[in-house]
């Protein structure tokens, strides 16, 4: 197994679990549910799994199924948040969201026209 | 050999490719959302509340693309949930997204007219056919 991949599936199983739980979609999926989660195969997915509870990070539950340990809860709510923290941080010149500019594809052709031209000034 | 048309389409299988994504960039127009509840509110858009997995992977992509941004919601009674809302850029695209159906909405105004001349229409389609 590769460790790398490990890490990212890893990830990907944490912040899948923590979210269905938060949501309150379910508690303790199985390998099947997880696998249609994450539009995975599941005779890949279930190695993984394995894996996870060697790893402290899963415990199984009843049914084949799986449960987040404390410590893959936490990881998996931290690992959410840090993952898009970059990408989704508003950049220089973003305007709020009751602008103008939000009112009709025309005024956001208009704005985004502006913005080129670099005189964004609402 | 042709295969038969299928005469049991669901909702979500006629829908345009891909419209969950400007229906999820609409719903956070509307106001921002958790994830259940816009799995909740998505229904009346023709989706099913039983492929969750589907919501959240749509999520994860737009807020990669930047069209979507999450926030920690503290919760006094259960774990904490990310709360979604769209972006600048997310509302860019569902503008874009919006002109796009409308043009399909056209056309399809165009079929439903034609349709109409020889099979008679529930009253609701027919006086949609006949404004388009």
């Given amino acids: 197994m590769d460790e790398l991949e490990v890490l990212r599936v890893r990830d990907e199983v944490l912040q899948a679990m923590y979210w269905m739980h938060s949501e309150g979609i379910s508690e303790q999926p199985t390998a099947v549910e997880l696998s249609r989660f994450l ?38 709510k931290r690992t959410f948040a840090d993952e898009m923290a970059d990408l989704t941080r508003p950049t220089h010149g973003e305007c709020d969201a009751d ?15 502006d913005r080129v031209g670099s005189s964004h000034s609402h | 050999m042709v295969p038969p ?6 909702t979500a299988q006629v829908l345009p490719k891909n419209f969950l994504r400007p229906c999820l960039l609409l719903l956070l127009r509307e106001q921002p959302a958790h994830g259940y509840d816009l799995l909740e509110r998505l229904r009346p858009l023709g989706f099913s509340r039983d492929d969750p997995g589907r919501l959240y992977r749509a999520l994860r992509t737009l807020e990669s693309d ?5 926030v920690w919601e503290k919760s006094s009674t259960g774990p904490d949930r990310r709360m979604y809302e769209i972006t600048r850029s997310g509302m860019e695209e569902l503008h874009g997204a919006a002109k796009a159906l409308m043009a399909t909405d056209e056309v399809l105004g165009v079929f439903l007219s034609r349709y109409s001349e020889f099979v008679a229409l529930e009253p609701r389609k027919r006086s949609r056919a006949r404004t388009d």
């Fill in chain 1, 99 to 113: 602008c103008w500019c939000h009112d009709s594809p025309e005024a956001a052709a208009e704005c985004l026209h």
């Fill in chain 2, 5 to 10: 048309i299928p005469t049991d389409l669901t």
């Fill in chain 1, 39 to 76: 539009a995975v195969p599941d005779t890949v997915l279930i190695a993984y799994l394995d894996r996870f509870v060697e790893d402290g990070l899963l415990e199984r539950s009843g049914d084949a199924r799986y449960v987040l340990s404390p410590g893959g809860l936490e990881s998996g």
């Fill in chain 2, 66 to 70: 930047g069209l979507v941004r999450s």
